[in-house]
């Protein structure tokens, strides 16, 4: 009598397209490997030439707007984060004096508490902005918003940089629907081949079906 195998139920998630997308992105290669551990002694060896010095910060350009300096400082506070990207912080500065004319004035005022007391992180120094002026806890949100979300004066000025995808880029890939995987678009696309046939039937009346 033939003998039956038993068969081994298969796990679709292992082989979906999605899955083994997935496997390749977070495949990390020996290169990698390689310039990873590189990196960090090279960024191991900076950070122990500048132990224990000031964090000194560009000068602004000359003409350029004081308060965006103090934005970039104030961010740095909120965010608890020692460096922001400039370029990024120009832009949610620009969207956020632009929402509202009283913007500036309480951006300055939160510079000017930050100075005035030793703040350990964010949180007390959010806390403390709310207590001196209720006010301010909205130009909170909007700076938190715009590094966070990317989101300035109802725009979107920064996606992929937005500080949303950098918590958890360690463990997760941004969500996307699109077929070749977040930021595509931001890569050279396949060349395609421009298509020599014709069509076998004329053409057809073009007609809008409901919806």
């Not at 020996?30 to 310039?35: N, W």
């Not at 960024?43 to 004081?66: F, K, N, R």
């Not at 308060?67 to 460096?83: G, N, W």
């Not at 403390?128 to 966070?148: Q, S």
């Amino acid at each position: 009598m033939k003998k039956d195998w038993p068969c081994v139920p298969v796990n679709l998630q292992n082989v979906s397209p999605n899955a083994m997308r997935m496997a390749r992105l977070m495949r990390m290669s020996r290169r990698d490997m390689l310039m990873t551990s590189m990196g960090a002694a090279v960024a191991y060896g900076v950070a122990s030439g500048v132990a224990g010095a000031e964090e000194t910060q560009p000068s602004p350009a000359p003409g350029a707007d004081p308060v965006a300096t103090q934005f970039m400082a104030v961010s740095r506070l909120l965010t608890d984060r020692p460096t922001l990207d400039l370029r990024i912080g120009n832009a949610i500065y620009a969207g956020i004096v632009h929402s509202s004319a009283d913007r500036q004035a309480q951006i300055s005022k939160l510079h000017d508490l930050m100075g005035s007391g030793q703040f350990t992180d964010a949180t007390a120094f959010a806390a403390a902005a709310e207590k001196a002026d209720p006010a301010l806890k909205d130009v909170i949100h909007d700076i938190l918003t715009g590094w966070y979300r990317g989101v300035a004066d109802g725009k979107v000025v920064v996606y992929r940089s937005a500080l949303m995808f950098d918590i958890t880029k360690d463990a997760i890939y941004p969500k996307t629907y699109a077929a070749g995987g977040p930021f595509y678009w931001t890569t050279q696309p396949p060349e395609v081949d421009r298509p020599t046939g014709h069509p076998a039937l004329s053409p057809s009346k073009f007609v809008v079906e409901p919806t």
